[in-house]
């Protein structure tokens, strides 16, 4: 072999298709033989050697491929060809030349194809032995992505380099070496190794380090950063010695970024104040909804890769739906151990303790915190330790405080106790003497009359007969050795018969139990004899799988997505380049990117001539900075079908003139490439194709005028139509681009049915689409029959200059296909708008319910329909973790918290249901109150739960909230996991019982 030169470089995730990858480089060995005299069983000896097998000899393919079960090496034997690795994006993608003699090894999940070649090229491919038989992936869909991405989490570095073995150079020094420092795992086992990986990962993220901060107004600063101990916030030291900053926490993150991706670095770039070819040292945190970025360089290579991939397991941690609900909370209560030990002891003295039960938002007299304190003081050996709790302690005062007497008394009821067995257990079990449960309040009733459960119990401490202990598995057991007469557990077939008759899982078998038992019970002695105590059963029911929203519905698509795309509800947003107002603040692309990556499938621009031939995007007569149409178009490229592989609307509003229309046409081919429809799929079609047709589409939806062609005034007052009224021609190589969503203006039903075709789209303003609503029947079904030709678009009326929304259930159960909202609002609408689209796997295309795509109009929103109603039934037990929405140390006042349940829909279907308060307790308040609700059209139904904090004097305060498609409901036990305004999640829960009869 002849003196070897070795390149490498990362191809990254490309947000799409192609997962690529973030951790391991592409390595390319140059003239490893000879070019007169390599050959292609030379190739094979070598790989053979080296622990590369199952060889082939041929090209590559010219179509993007990878492999996501090995890494594959391709030695070259004869001729040249031009490679291209990670797919399209210019972004990502890179290009390299193949020559005679050299070798690339390309790590698994990284697409390739072969870009032009000249007749000699040929090949020998071969794949390290240690992964599994290569598999064959295109790209083509989210599940394939999917399925690929888990086996790439099983694939191992190659104990052999496929060209120099084990000597030093290219796996050994690029892949095997730096594992510990620079790659996150791939595997999410739970093995040994991944955890002590996991723990060095995030361990040289806490070590401080110094970063230059980009600021956009300028200015740069030198800064040290670290990942806080308690693992859920990123903090700085400011310019004053010893000051300490939060920048960011781990929850509010929504990317990483590599490399001068943000507008905040384009400013830079563009003022020659850093150059590219230090992109590779760069990166960039976006949180709070892409609003705002942390815009870092890096001293080396090394430190960038390593708080890129350090973040991303946190985020990834956070986010994960496998995670245990005790790991979070122990973290969390960590980080609120730190905040109140003042003097940084390690140690909280009962005035701290205090202090930090006001955080946790309860409320106990002395002598209840007297009894948990010293309940949970296990170190006993000086005066010292008695005075204090240290952290493990903590955490057992808190398991005190914080009881689920509700879900003991479900496992006894499974268990086959009798009543005074269950009143002993639950006596034992609690400080508490009672439980209001067993016979829940029938609303409605006079609210004034019940008297709130903590009220009742606020000074009832009685000691228990056999003092309460704590095992090493943080279960609650008696200190008697006699186990089986605690009567606190479910055995195999108990849990067994509670799945089948409560959560209705009725082919759960004894194996099935058996091994979620073993999954979620964390008591040695439950493993042992197969039970589920009260712990197993709350982190069972806490696991996404077994909460209120069917997982079946949310984590798949599972609607028939090949119906014309008319007969779909599409996620929508209206002017999606604000951030903020519509009169006031930034133009950006990153309002695209957090849309986008929430799953809307239709974004808006209003585009105007920029200087230099370059079109701008911006609100016209406002105060708002524009930006150029090429960066959202770019960045909206990245991230396209990220969530979705469904087709993508641009709603273009043009106010161009004809040459920058041009240029316009110009951007949107050289982007988006083969992605953009450029001619129908069909001739003559009567009506539109469907989602599955125009899969990975991006469709360019606006007015397609023949050149010369004046427009008819749409500004009159209570117009439907969204663009200015002055003459313009049209650029046919823009109005080519218009395919299936022509914006037409609307006069009367009749004309547009009789005259408009199927490729015909309307729009109304949120005015005009109220008067068609309103009018007298039958004609107020004129919407209804106008969707089902032809997509309909409704946007909010220019009165809403604070970004507010319009009220998308009620254009929904008319059957408007584009409900526009403004995303960047965290109000009721995008609340609503976050749980209907939470349905067929979160993918923006909901299929419309038979009512709206029948012929004959039998249905009307307007009337009560008794043959399709339910009755839903929701029993609200008990709530956990309810914090104020800022949760401030200086707030002294304890969460008074209550439910409100509403439901949207056709107009009998809005109702309003409200619990009493609850006072002085946020973390485990207990209502016991059952709620009948009656549903007449439930396919279009939404149940909304919002949690509230009252307040005597003043508003109350909102506290967290979640919405759910009434269709997705589980029934039996289940937890609703809360979200902010924003759609994060916080850490409050309710914990409801769900039941659905026929009326």
Not at 63 to 83: F, I, M, N, P, R
Not at 164 to 171: M, P, S
Not at 373 to 380: K, P
Not at 687 to 715: M, Q, T, W
Request: hydrophobic share 30%; proline share 4%; glycine share 4%.
């Amino acid at each position: 072999m002849n003196d070897i030169k070795i390149e490498k470089f990362f191809v990254r995730d490309d947000g799409q298709f192609f997962p690529n990858n973030n951790q391991l480089p592409v390595i390319v060995y140059r003239q490893v033989f000879d070019k007169k005299s390599v050959s292609a069983s030379k190739w094979e000896q070598l790989f053979q050697e080296n622990n590369f097998g199952k060889s082939w000899r041929d090209g590559i393919f010219t179509y993007h491929h990878y492999h996501s079960t090995a890494h594959e090496a391709l030695g070259c034997y004869s001729g040249h060809a031009q490679v291209r690795l990670g797919g399209d994006n210019e972004q990502v993608r890179k290009d390299i030349e193949l020559n005679a003699g050299d070798c690339i090894l390309i790590p698994t999940g990284v697409a390739h194809k072969n870009m032009g070649q000249d007749s000699e090229f040929g090949v020998v491919g071969a794949y390290d032995l240690d992964g599994k038989s290569y598999d064959m992936n295109y790209g083509k869909d989210a599940e394939e992505r999917r399925k690929a991405e888990e086996n790439m989490k099983k694939v191992q570095v190659p104990r052999m380099d496929p060209v120099v073995g084990r000597k030093n150079g290219g796996v050994i020094e690029f892949w095997q070496r730096n594992t510990h420092q620079n790659e996150i795992l791939m595997t999410t086992d739970s093995t040994s190794l991944s955890e002590i990986q996991k723990t060095n990962v995030i361990d040289q993220l806490k070590r401080r380090v110094t970063f230059i901060k980009y600021k956009s107004n300028g200015h740069t600063y030198s800064r040290i950063y670290y990942v806080n101990l308690s693992e859920d916030a990123i903090h700085y030291q400011g310019s004053k010695r010893k000051s300490k900053h939060e920048a960011c926490k781990i929850k509010d993150i929504d990317q990483i970024r590599r490399g001068f991706t943000t507008a905040v670095w384009k400013k830079y770039i563009d003022k020659r104040k850093i150059t590219r070819d230090k992109a590779h040292l760069a990166f960039s945190i976006l949180y709070d909804n892409n609003r705002h970025s942390l815009d870092l360089l890096a001293d080396s290579e090394n430190i960038c890769l390593q708080w890129i991939q350090g973040l991303e397991y946190l985020i990834e941690r956070y986010r994960s739906h496998v995670r245990t609900h005790h790991e979070i909370t122990d973290r969390w209560l960590w980080s609120l151990f730190s905040q109140a030990d003042r003097d940084q002891s390690g140690q909280l003295n009962r005035r701290e303790v205090h202090q930090l039960l006001r955080l946790l938002n309860i409320e106990l007299d002395e002598r209840e915190i007297d009894q948990y304190f010293n309940q949970s003081n296990i170190r006993t050996s000086n005066y010292e330790e008695l005075r204090n709790l240290d952290k493990d302690e903590f955490l057992l005062f808190y398991k005190f405080v914080s009881h689920r007497p509700e879900l003991l008394k479900i496992i006894c009821q499974y268990n086959g106790s009798t009543p005074e067995q269950i009143a002993d257990t639950l006596f034992k079990y609690s400080i508490l003497s009672k439980m209001p449960h067993s016979n829940p309040l029938e609303y409605p009733v006079d609210i004034a009359s019940i008297t709130c459960w903590k009220m009742k119990t606020k000074n009832i401490s009685p000691q228990p007969e056999k003092p309460l202990t704590i095992t090493s598995d943080n279960n609650f057991s008696s200190s008697s050795s006699n186990t089986k007469d605690k009567k606190n557990y479910l055995t195999i077939e108990q849990f067994k018969n509670f799945l089948q008759n409560e959560e209705h899982m009725k082919g759960i078998t004894i194996d099935d139990c058996s091994k979620l038992i073993a999954r979620f019970e964390p008591s040695s002695e439950g493993h042992k004899y197969e039970e589920l105590g009260v712990d197993g059963l709350r982190l069972f029911l806490l696991h996404d799988e077994f909460c209120l929203m069917n997982p079946d519905k949310s984590r798949r698509v599972y609607h028939d997505m090949t119906r014309p795309i008319t007969d779909y509800f599409i996620a929508t947003s209206h002017n999606t380049y604000i951030r903020d107002s519509q009169v006031y603040g930034n133009c950006t692309p990153e309002t695209f990117i957090h849309a986008l990556r929430t799953g809307c499938r239709a974004v808006e621009m209003d585009c105007y001539d920029g200087d230099d031939m370059e079109p701008i995007v911006y609100h016209a007569k406002t105060l708002t900075k524009p930006i150029t149409l090429r960066e959202i178009l770019l960045a909206i490229q990245t991230q396209a079908f990220a969530a979705s592989p469904y087709p993508l609307f641009l709603n273009i509003e043009n106010h161009c003139s004809y040459e920058q229309q041009g240029v316009m046409a110009r951007l949107l081919k050289n982007i988006f490439k083969d992605h953009l429809l450029t001619e129908p799929l069909m001739n003559d079609s009567q009506v539109l194709p469907s989602p599955e047709d125009l899969k990975y589409k991006v469709i360019i939806r606006s007015r397609r005028y023949p050149k010369g062609k004046i427009p008819a005034d749409p500004k009159s007052s209570r117009s439907n139509d969204e663009t200015e009224p002055n003459p313009k021609n049209y650029h046919p190589d823009f109005a080519k681009l218009i395919v299936y969503a022509q914006i037409v203006s609307y006069t009367n039903i009749n004309h547009t049915m009789s005259t408009q075709k199927c490729f015909h789209s309307i729009s109304f303003k949120e005015s005009k689409a109220d008067d068609l609503i309103k009018a007298e029947p039958p004609e107020h079904l004129d919407l209804i029959k106008l969707t089902n030709k032809h997509l309909v678009r409704v946007y909010p009326g220019t009165i809403r200059q604070n970004s507010s929304n319009i009220n998308p259930v009620t254009y929904w159960t008319y059957g408007v296909q584009m409900a526009a909202l403004n995303y960047q609002a965290n109000d009721d609408s995008m609340c609503l708008q976050d749980g209907f689209f939470s349905d067929n796997g979160g993918c923006g295309y909901l299929l419309k319910p038979p009512c709206l795509l029948s012929n004959n109009l039998l249905f009307d929103p307007k009337e009560i329909v008794h043959k399709r109603g339910k009755r839903l039934i929701i029993h609200i037990i008990s709530g956990q973790h309810l914090a104020k929405e800022k949760n401030s140390n200086d707030d002294s006042d304890i969460v008074d918290p209550y439910i409100e349940i509403n439901t949207y829909g056709i107009e009998c279907d809005y109702t309003q249901q409200h619990t009493p308060c609850i006072r002085n307790n946020g973390l485990n308040p207990i209502w016991d109150c059952k709620f009948h609700i009656d549903v007449y059209c439930p396919e279009l139904c939404l149940v909304k739960f919002e949690v509230r904090d009252d307040d005597h004097y003043h508003r109350s305060a909102f506290v967290g909230q979640a919405c759910f498609p009434f269709t997705a409901l589980q029934l039996g036990y289940r937890h609703i996991k809360l979200k902010a305004k924003d759609g994060d999640y916080i850490r409050g829960t309710l914990f409801v019982h769900i039941k659905i009869e026929n009326l």
